[in-house]
């Protein structure tokens, strides 16, 4: 846990979140406004993404670019292989180091990504308990809810931690195997394991939106561009080192229906509209948690019409904000 500054709230350190769903342009944004605000005070980012933690995994993931980390210094990206595991407990650790780090440098932490699991670790300070994997127990899961359906997993969830149950979204395997986990290996439900404790951090929280039309038609494109910068070459070099389909790594958008095609359980051009309806279903339920959590102040990127206006309207939030306290 970060240490405490001390002194009046509103004295306590800073930290900008720049939130969002995949692909709405916020690698994009954070590195404009480390130009922006150059002269406030020099800008870092946290990845708060949790595929991008994985080395090997590029184009899939979307990562910044070279340009983009040369013009900005980007923490919690390619810091795990893609068959280790970072537990929840693992990033936020590593996100509070980080943070601290960049302000004991006086530097202003950017906090970006879409992955609601991690924001929220980070602002409210949920420790989530320090459980090692249990590989044969997790592989009996998976078999259970290939033979069952995973809605016989969260029935199983919802007995033994209604809470739980209630929290994790009942589509997503890995969340629903992990408490029941949890809960099994314990004896005690995972959400009573949980402690908050939210760190010594005044926070921003930036949120960013479009019609989602317009963003579903601008991540086919993306998709479309990541097939021609290798994707599929990305995906089989993976399996040929080793990784297996199973890893949670290789479950990821792209990867996992890539990994269909090259089994031959789809054609391509199947797995790459799966890809596409698949990211549709991910942006909306990031929309789950963005309504969910609620302290977000939005830009609506569409109506802002260009990049520069966006960054030009964040850069305006973060100064006032900065200025107010």
């Known amino acids: 846990m970060p240490s405490s500054p ?12 720049i939130a969002g769903p995949t692909g709405i342009g916020k690698t994009a944004l954070a590195v404009g406004l480390a130009g922006a605000l150059r002269e406030v005070k020099p800008v870092e980012v946290v990845s708060a993404d949790s595929r991008q933690i994985y080395r090997r995994m590029d184009i899939g993931t979307a990562k910044p670019t070279p340009a983009e980390r040369a013009a900005v210094p980007h923490h919690l990206i390619d810091i795990v292989d893609p068959d280790d595991t970072l537990t929840l407990a693992g990033y936020q650790r590593l996100a509070y180091a980080a943070i601290d780090a960049i302000h004991a440098r006086g530097g202003l932490p950017l906090l970006v990504g879409g992955a609601g699991q991690y924001i929220t670790a980070v602002l409210e300070g949920w420790s989530a308990p320090e459980v090692p994997p249990d590989p044969a127990l997790r592989a009996a899961l998976e078999a259970e809810a290939r033979e069952r359906g995973l809605a016989a997993l969260v029935d199983r969830l919802r007995t033994l931690d209604p809470v739980s149950a209630e929290r994790i979204d009942p589509k997503n395997t890995r969340r629903v195997i992990r408490a029941l986990e949890v809960c099994l290996n314990t004896g005690q439900p995972f ?3 949980r402690r908050r404790q939210p760190p010594p951090y005044r926070a921003l929280e930036i949120g960013l939106t479009m019609d989602r039309e317009l963003l579903y038609t601008r991540l086919d494109a993306r998709i479309d561009r990541m097939m021609e910068h290798g994707l599929l070459e990305e995906v089989r070099a993976l399996h040929r080192r080793g990784y297996g389909w199973a890893l949670p790594s290789m479950s990821g958008l792209g990867y996992a229906q890539l990994g269909a095609h090259l089994r031959g359980e789809a054609t391509l051009d199947e797995a790459v509209q799966a890809i596409k309806r698949d990211t549709r279903g991910f942006v909306r339920r ?5 309504r969910r959590h609620g302290a977000l102040s939005w830009l609506d990127v569409g109506a802002l019409g260009s990049p520069d206006a ?3 309207a964040a850069a305006s939030m973060i100064r006032g904000w900065l200025g107010a306290a």
């Open 310 to 312: 966006l960054v030009s």
């Open 191 to 193: 959400s009573a394991q």
């Open 6 to 17: 001390g002194g009046e709230p509103d004295r306590a350190p800073p930290l900008v979140v």
């Open 286 to 290: 990031q929309y789950t948690w963005f």
